[in-house]
């Protein structure tokens, strides 16, 4: 089967209305400041979830949009994806959450674990469902309540991340639209440099995991950027290689939105110069999977994608797990 198969029909997103700035950190009793955060990542203020907000909300707000714009409704949706590393609960999949709450009566429902990386794995397993054949309209949701998994005593994690959520309605491609490529890859030999220890099935949540805050976000931030950067590296060349494509094709680059010297240097290595690469990490933090249909829905909406122009889309995330994709809009 020749590429492309499915297209992104329609995108949407939501980030909560309450914004946490680098400047509120002190008064949090955190030894950090504006200017720290800002050198060493790019990151002015992040949308933290309000009582209302859960994945599962915050999702269906995405969806949504992600499902009007694609002018569809939810009972069109035969399968719905949910990226996620903040599940509402441990059991059921939080997708079923976002079934129901957007009603979409006809559909199959699971959650994809790749951490930073899952909206693109979901975006080529919903490929895969439909070249199969095995679905026709599949939503595609990322969505991250991250502040619910941080330290907010460590000051080397919390002031990185931030809540919100994205979607894409993939649907067969017309015209020739749509995914031009995909790359993924793992390496969970690196597991520990960026994870929750403790809480989940092999050591279970306790007095003392709680009381050293083991079943929190740990990261090994030096560590992390170096994978970081060779990975994110990797995945660009892979997905214009399975393309077919140079960088000179490229019209604009969505990179996953973690710090703005990894996408720098990813940009840098591409042969991308900086004006074609969206970047949006100043006014959300890392939202984990939900940065990359974050961004596509922004630089839609800024008239910085438009019809016809190929998009490279690069992610990297805790596992280690990083994916790249090309897409025709
Ligand atoms: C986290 C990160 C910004 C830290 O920057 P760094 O230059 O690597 O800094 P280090 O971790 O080596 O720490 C340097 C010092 O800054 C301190 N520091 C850490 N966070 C700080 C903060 N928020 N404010 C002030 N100082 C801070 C450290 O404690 C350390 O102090 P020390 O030298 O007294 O021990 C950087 O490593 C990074 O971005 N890593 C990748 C993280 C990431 O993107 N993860 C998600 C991937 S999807």
Redesign the pocket.
């Known amino acids: 089967m020749t590429r492309p198969i499915v297209e992104l029909a329609g995108i949407g997103h939501y980030a909560p209305a309450r914004i946490l700035r680098n400047a509120e950190?002190q008064a949090m009793g955190?030894?950090?400041?504006h200017e720290?955060?800002v050198e060493?990542?790019g990151i002015c203020e992040r949308h933290i979830a309000g009582p209302n907000d859960t994945t599962a909300s915050m999702a269906a707000n995405a969806s949504r949009l992600a499902m009007e714009r694609a002018g569809v409704t939810a009972a069109d949706l035969d399968t719905v994806v949910l990226s996620t590393a903040t599940p509402d609960r441990l059991l059921p999949a939080t997708a079923v959450d976002l079934q129901a709450e957007i009603d979409a009566s006809h559909a199959a429902a699971f959650d994809i674990g790749a951490?930073?990386s899952g909206f693109l794995y979901g975006l080529t397993v919903a490929e895969g469902l439909i070249a199969a054949k095995s679905a026709e309209t599949v939503l595609v949701a990322a969505s991250e309540k991250m502040s619910a998994i941080l330290d907010w005593t460590?000051?080397?994690?919390?002031?990185?991340?931030g809540d919100a959520a994205g979607a894409a309605v993939v649907r067969p491609a017309r015209n020739g639209k749509g995914i031009l490529s995909t790359f993924m890859r793992s390496d969970g030999k690196l597991a520990d440099l960026?994870y929750r220890p403790h809480g989940g099935a092999s050591f279970p949540m306790s007095a003392e995991v709680l009381a050293q805050r083991t079943h929190l976000v740990k990261?090994?931030?030096?560590?992390?950027?170096k994978h970081?950067v060779r990975m994110m590296c990797e995945a660009a060349d892979r997905a214009l290689d399975n393309a077919h494509l140079d960088a000179s094709s490229i019209d604009l680059m969505v990179p996953?939105q973690?710090?703005v010297?990894?996408i720098e240097a990813t940009a840098k290595h591409a042969g991308i110069p900086m004006e074609k690469v969206f970047v949006n990490v100043g006014r959300y933090g890392?939202t984990?999977s939900a940065s990359i249909p974050i961004s596509l829905d922004e630089a839609i909406a800024a008239g910085r994608i438009r019809e016809g122009m190929t998009v490279l889309l690069v992610?990297?995330?805790?596992g280690f797990t990083w994916g790249s994709m090309v897409v025709r809009f």
């Open positions: 950190f955190l030894e950090t400041s720290w955060i060493r990542t951490a930073c460590d000051r080397a994690t919390c002031v990185l991340f960026l990261m090994a931030g030096r560590e992390t950027f970081a996953h973690a710090n010297r990894i890392n984990s992610a990297f995330g805790a």
